[in-house]
Structure formats: structure tokens, C-alpha cells
Nanobody, 117 residues
Framework: QAPLVESGGGLVQPGGFLRLSCAASGSRFRFYDMGWYRQAPGKQRELVALVTGGGAYNYADSVKGRFTISADSAKKAVYLQMNSLKPEDSALYYC???????????WGQGTQVTVSS
């Protein structure tokens, strides 16, 4: 039910850029939050960026000014433009959707981002 599929990860040099995509398929939602989290080996999963059902945007302090989240409500999709990437941005990036009507939570399978020379 409501599977999320991420794409766009890869290997990039420091200072480079990537654009991640996430789309919800198989279901339609009326009111939801959707965003990106990341988890590096041995670290806790952390919020990167979020767009709420009300249209508000939230970013982790570490990515402000470098990452931009955007949403396409018609496609039930979110995107994360990541610029000026740093090695510490390396992580498995997960898309998450929270259905604000049912409180259901859905996670994607993750897409790997590696920033290295």
C-alpha cells in the first residue's frame, strides 16, 4: 500500500550536486507531509527536509542554503535538489510520507548518496 520509490542517488565529488526524486504510487492521498531523511552507517536517521500538507518547508540546519525540497501534488512526488555537497552528506536517503488523515507512515527503500573524491 502506498509504496514510495526514490531515485537519483549516486557518487559525486565534493562541491557537486544531485537531485533526488520520490513518488508515491498505487494510492491517492488528500492531506499529507512528505520529505527526506538520511542515515549514515552507525548514525541515527535524521530529518533532512520536509514539506507539510499545509505547504510549509523545514530543513535541517546542516543543509540550509544548499538543499531545496520541492513538491508536485498532482504527481504525489517530492524532490530534493542537493548542491555544494560535502562528504558528511553521504548517507542512505529515505523518502517518507505521513498521511495526516490516517496517521499512516510510509517509507521508501532508500537511495544511496556518496560524496567522495
Amino acid at each position: 500500500q502506498a509504496p514510495l520509490v526514490e531515485s537519483g542517488g549516486g557518487l559525486v565529488q565534493p562541491g557537486g550536486f544531485l537531485r533526488l526524486s520520490c513518488a508515491a504510487s498505487g494510492s491517492r492521498f488528500r492531506f499529507y507531509d512528505m520529505g527526506w531523511y538520511r542515515q549514515a552507517p552507525g548514525k541515527q536517521r535524521e530529518l533532512v527536509a520536509l514539506v507539510t500538507g499545509g505547504g510549509a518547508y523545514n530543513y535541517a540546519d546542516s543543509v540550509k542554503g544548499r538543499f531545496t525540497i520541492s513538491a508536485d501534488s498532482a504527481k504525489k512526488a517530492v524532490y530534493l535538489q542537493m548542491n555544494s555537497l560535502k562528504p558528511e552528506d553521504s548517507a542512505l536517503y529515505y523518502c517518507k510520507l505521513v498521511d495526516l488523515i490516517t496517521n499512516g507512515e510510509y517509507w521508501g527503500q532508500g537511495t544511496q548518496v556518496t560524496v567522495s573524491s
